[in-house]
């Protein structure tokens, strides 16, 4: 009496896995009926029958691979703050890719010319989608982002392929620091670029003039921060502010006058850079620059952000930091660091919806920590 066939799930999932590893160790050309019956403990015979052809398992790993990329992406992001998600979820997109580079050929492009992939195949990508989707529309609801729901995450999406591919073949950097560094450079390029406030631009210091004016919703009756570069002509105004700053916060100064006389100091010296809110000086940002070790760009700290207490909530704070970002990205900066208080929720609020993080290498890394001590 002949045998009973056994063409179960459980042999599908057994050749499934000998394809994934076949493609992952040998590529597309590996995947022959005779090799993935030789590593599955079964037949020719039954591949076909299970699967039909070669594009019947490319198809069949096609599914799997958006079913993987979906469940990397579903867990929660912790915490789910505008545009911290995303930033998040890039890093998670990232690693699938980096982790299963043949794989996300087949998903991705079309490597076996007899798999054409139908509505059916596309539609594999749905959670994917919906999952990028939605987090790009609580970025939008949350007034991080604006503009097209649809349109941000196919930019979203496109930038992770790319630079997945540039990783991918070694193209990102030599490093593991440089390459985290584009990666998060990129991500938080296109998410600025679709920012509410638009982009400001500082001119050269021979020319002080108005940086521009923020687009982003504010209180009726509000006017939108216009952003200047400080000239020592204006060292008396960052000493009065940096005098008040200190004073709000119960910390000691020197008084405005001396530190009036420091600044100006520092703005000749060239390392320093400091942005004024509004002609009437209504806050500033503080800018320090140093070389780099491990580039050839700058390095830029964020000493100092302050509006007056009477003007905030006016997005005066969030238009000083898009400027200096811009500012210092004019002058050669490739990193821009910055400390708060973990009480202060509102400034981390600021710098996290900017795309600042407090984690090492990542989103989701290593808590960092700043420490300080007077000598």
Known sequence: MPREKQRTPELADAVLHAGLGLLAA????ALTARRLAREAATSPAAVYELFGDKA?????????????LADELAAPVAPARPPAELLELAQRYRGFILAHPALAAVMFSRPYASFDPAPEERA????VRERILAAVSAAIEAGALAGDALD????????IHGFAA????????????S???RWDGGVQALLAGFAPAAPATVPSARAPADIGRARRAVPAGARAASIRRGTASDAGAIGRLLHEFNVEFDEPTPGPARLAGRIERMLGEGDTSV?????????LAVLRFRASIWTEGLECYLAELYVVPSLRGRGIGRALMVAAMAHARERGADHIDLGTAESDLAARGLYESLGFSN?????????????????
């Open 166 to 177: 540039a990783e991918v073949s070694q193209r990102l950097g030599r490093s593991e620091r």
């Open 124 to 127: 594999a990508g749905a959670a």
């Open 179 to 181: 390459v985290q560094r």
């Open 26 to 29: 040998e590529g597309l050309d």
């Open 152 to 159: 941000i995450a196919h930019a979203y999406v496109a930038l």
């Open 56 to 68: 019947g398992v490319v198809r069949a790993i096609f599914f799997r691979g958006f079913r993987a």
């Open 359 to 375: 984690r090492e290498g990542r989103p989701g890394g290593p808590l960092n920590y700043f420490y300080e001590r007077e000598l």
């Open 275 to 283: 942005l004024l809110a509004g002609a009437s000086a209504d806050g």
